[in-house]
């Protein structure tokens, strides 16, 4: 017997994603639903190579009988409908910022916190983290694992795809503009995109960092260790898929490169490619479509009695998003739902 599953803010990036990877992985659901707002009610979105859905206004929808709804509406959408469908008995997997930092709900990457997952029934809602986060504790659980990691300082090349379509079609449209020297008119972003790079992702906290930043450093203690030091730099980039993670680890004691490489290697959901010569290497734009992170440029960080430095990449629509969601709700049936 399969599962019911709704897939809210079905018609975005991320939620058309949600279905393809459904799709992809065989997910065991008997029945799938597309959920959107009003505005979006009575579109059609494809599911697989030969269905298509008809998409239905979250507002009207009942979510009593839906066993696992995946949630990528926006925070305030969430806020709503997030805890109605948990009401009705649905386990919401929620894409967005609203519940993450919540003490009663779990916030998970299944290869690096799985065990989280059993709180997930004291609000039937667990948290996918932030796409900027997900490719980072990829790569710190292994190392973490080999030698306690202090202190992390991050510098993100994030896609305009995190931020939607919009931004997605902004880029595109500067793009072509400065070939026809047209004046770039920004409105997704402050500043114009195409061609340049943006040193600011969300709104700003007190402090003079970004929200984006906030994110990383907080999510990161929640799954992967408290005492972890994070300092984030986060800049939107000209790219449409796929983000790039510098990043600079500080260890309790000696990590070598090797070492790291093995460990890396061999961690689930992880490739390392680390060739040292010209374009041995990967780019967002190959890791695009593709469900693993990538690991390149593993070196030694002289700055640090014990450090590393690497370079870090993944497509942050599927595993930074839609298929993290989805790997959590397979898990939650292996070890938790199983029928």
Known sequence: MGYKVAVLGATGNVGRELLNTLAEREFPADEVVALASERSHGKEVSFGEDQVLKVQNVAEYDFKGTDIVLSSPGSSVSKVYAPKAAEAGAVVIDNTSY?????????????????????????????????????????????????????????????????????????????????????????????????????????????????????????????????????????????????????????????????????????????????????GHVTPVECAGEDDVYVSRIRRDPTVDHGLAMWVVADNVRKGAALNSVQIAETLIAEHLGR
């Open 99 to 279: 519940f993450r930092m919540d003490p009663d709900v779990p916030l998970v990457v299944p290869e690096v916190n799985p065990a989280a997952l059993a709180r997930y029934s004291k609000r039937n809602i667990i948290a996918n983290p932030n796409c900027s986060t997900i490719q980072m504790v990829m790569a710190l659980k292994p190392l973490h694992a080999l030698g306690t990691i202090t202190r992390v300082v991050v510098s993100t090349y994030q896609s305009v795809s995190g931020s939607g379509k919009e931004a997605m079609d902004e880029l595109f449209n500067q793009t072509r503009g400065m070939y026809m020297n047209e004046t770039p008119q920004p409105h997704a972003y402050p500043k114009q995109i195409a061609f340049n790079a943006i040193p600011e992702i969300d709104s700003y906290m007190d402090d003079g960092s970004t929200k984006e930043e906030w994110k990383m450093v907080n999510e990161t203690r929640k799954i992967l260790d408290p005492d972890i030091r994070v300092a984030a730099t986060c800049v939107r980039v000209p790219v449409f898929i796929g983000h790039g993670e510098s990043l600079n680890l500080e260890f309790a004691e000696p990590v070598t490169e090797d070492q790291a490489r093995v460990a890396l290697s061999e961690f689930p959901g992880v490739t390392v490619v680390d060739h040292r010569e010209l374009g």
